[in-house]
């Protein structure tokens, strides 16, 4: 059974800095693109960051230079370090592990972790 389980979700200050973590199944880890998704309240899912099995990143021009993806192939974990945070960036983060091959795209999707920016 695949699993993806997020942690470090919480509150922060405007500017603060949190850590998001996603341990995965070992099934998946080394094949699969990983990445991190948020869905604020009354807006769609949007992509945050993503990183290949081979360890090309890409990341939301909302986020560049503030957010950062990596794994951690060892501990089949993925990881977001958000810097700088701003009050919209307040959302559940969601972990996703995705194989395409042609015009099929399977998608593996954590529970979420709250994260909220507020003073």
């Known amino acids: 059974q695949v699993q993806l389980v997020e942690s470090g979700g919480g509150l922060v200050q405007p500017g603060g800095s949190l850590r998001l973590s996603c341990a995965a199944s070992?099934?998946?880890?080394?094949?699969?693109?990983m990445g991190w998704y948020r869905q604020a309240p009354g807006k769609q899912r949007e992509m945050v960051a993503s990183i290949t099995r081979g360890g090309s990143t890409d990341h939301a021009d909302s986020v560049k230079g503030r957010f950062t993806i990596s794994r951690d192939n060892g501990k089949n974990t993925v990881f977001l370090q958000m810097n700088s945070l701003k009050p919209e960036d307040t959302a559940v983060y969601y972990c996703n592990a995705k194989s395409t091959a042609g015009s099929l795209s399977i998608n593996y999707w954590g529970k979420g972790t709250l994260v909220t920016v507020s003073s």
């Open positions: 070992a099934s998946i880890f080394s094949t699969y693109t």
